[in-house]
């Protein structure tokens, strides 16, 4: 994305850098300004999707990704999920914040390529890619004729 999450939180927070993902160019181009002078130099910048993006090895006190789950297919998001293992620090935590579906497994978006999962899918994708929940609540000031959206924060299982 173009730095919302890092510039209203973990930015504000101390976190020293922050790596943006985003897979258009256009909009991780303006992420620099979106951050303005203060937060801009703090960040890496990569053009790529996350089924593509290789977290560094222990690189990672968190990683943070949100709404962006449902472009990915299950066999991505497992992989990625254990590529951020792998670049999380001891003590590092992997944060999901997504829409669900509560009446199905699934719901597909054929105008939109995406899906939504419910909440346990999602847990059990996360556990194939070797996380477990250390967190995991509501977000509650939405609309309640939107999907239900879980923050979910994950750790390696030991």
Do not use: H, M
């Amino acid at each position: 994305g173009i730095g919302r999450v890092s510039k209203g939180l973990l930015l504000p927070l101390g976190i020293t850098q922050c790596d943006l993902v985003e897979p258009s160019p256009r909009l991780i181009a303006s992420a620099p300004d979106y951050l303005g002078d203060e937060y801009s130099s703090k960040c890496r910048y990569f053009c790529t999707g996350l089924q593509d993006f290789e977290p560094k090895a222990q690189s990672y006190d968190i990683i943070w990704f949100q709404w962006v789950i449902g472009y990915l297919t299950d066999d991505d998001l497992v992989s990625f999920l254990k590529r951020c293992v792998v670049g999380l620090r001891e003590g590092g935590v992997v944060v999901i914040k997504d829409n669900t579906c509560e009446s199905e497994a699934f719901i597909v978006d054929r105008d939109d390529a995406s899906s939504t999962r419910s909440c346990p899918y999602i847990l059990a994708i996360a556990e194939l890619a070797g996380l477990r929940v250390v967190y995991q609540r509501i977000q509650e000031d939405f609309p309640q004729s939107i999907f239900p959206v879980p923050i979910i924060a994950l750790e390696p299982k030991v």
